[in-house]
């Protein structure tokens, strides 16, 4: 449906109606490759479905050398909504356990309350990591590319690299969920694990965003990552909800560190 309307749309035999065609041929065939794999079974399922990335990876290398029209403003907002959406998945992470906190009882117990604060304070401060500075600076720097440069920008960032800081995102929410369902415990292996990763996968993305855009390295989030790692692995005997506000002060200082950096007089950025 989306590459019939941008064919619709376009002048037949432009550089950009070639461009679409080029590219919605073999996704055309990567989806059939991945309606085909629900209805087989054994070997040739993995097979059609790895079939499909990788038609769908090669048609989005080589959509990097056509011509298109790319909207850096409408690129900026989409994908900057489903960072919200994601996001969402934490507040939805936080509504589950006081669901369950109070089946059964008066109210709330001290420590969920406690594991709650903590959660939303995480969700508010991964918000202000993305749209403080690092949303409004890579629609700059797309906005101040033309051509081919942009376009490959955009899929860079907004197809490839968001992809990752989204599933950071989610692989939290996750996580969090479970750390909030006991507030209390100790957070299992596989748990931490998720947590850390999800964490690590939302700060790298923003780091290998800012290294694509700008050629720079976003320290203080990789200091943010290591150190979210660090209380990952010595974390097996803390409570939850320790472990979050730790969390949640990692992720404080990181962030404003960086803005003390950035807007230092002698910053060079």
Request: glycine letters at 12%; hydrophobic letters at 55%; a negative charge.
């Amino acid at each position: 449906m989306a590459i019939g309307l941008q064919l619709w749309g376009l002048p037949f035999g432009s550089e950009e109606f070639r461009s679409v065609v080029s590219f919605g041929w073999p996704n055309l065939v990567g989806i059939i490759f991945l309606i085909g794999g629900g209805f087989t079974d054994n070997w040739l399922r993995p097979t059609l479905w790895a079939g499909f990335v990788l038609v769908l990876f090669g048609s989005q290398v080589a959509a990097g050398s056509g011509d298109w029209i790319v909207r850096t403003g409408h690129f900026a907002e989409r994908h900057g909504l489903i960072i919200i959406i994601a996001l969402g998945e934490v507040v939805v992470a936080i509504g589950i356990p006081v669901v369950e906190s109070l089946r059964g009882q008066d109210g709330l117990p001290s420590e969920t309350l406690l594991g709650l604060t903590a959660a939303g304070i995480m969700a508010g401060l991964l918000w202000w990591a993305y749209f403080d500075r690092v949303f409004p600076a890579m629609e700059y720097r797309a906005e101040s590319l033309d051509g081919r440069d942009r376009v490959e920008f955009a899929r860079d960032i907004y197809t490839w690299i968001h992809a990752l800081i989204v599933a950071g995102v989610i692989a939290t929410a996750a996580a969090a969920e479970e750390i909030l369902l006991h507030p209390k415990d100790s957070v299992q292996v596989e748990f931490r694990v998720m947590f850390a990763v999800g964490l690590g996968m939302f700060f790298g993305g923003i780091v290998v965003a800012v290294a694509r855009a700008f050629r720079r390295v976003a320290k203080e989030r990789l200091a943010a990552v290591a150190a979210i790692i660090f209380l990952a692995v010595i974390g097996g005997s803390w409570d939850g909800f320790v472990l979050l506000l730790l969390v949640d002060a990692v992720l404080l200082i990181s962030i404003i560190a960086e803005h003390v950096r950035i807007e230092s007089p002698n910053s060079t950025v």
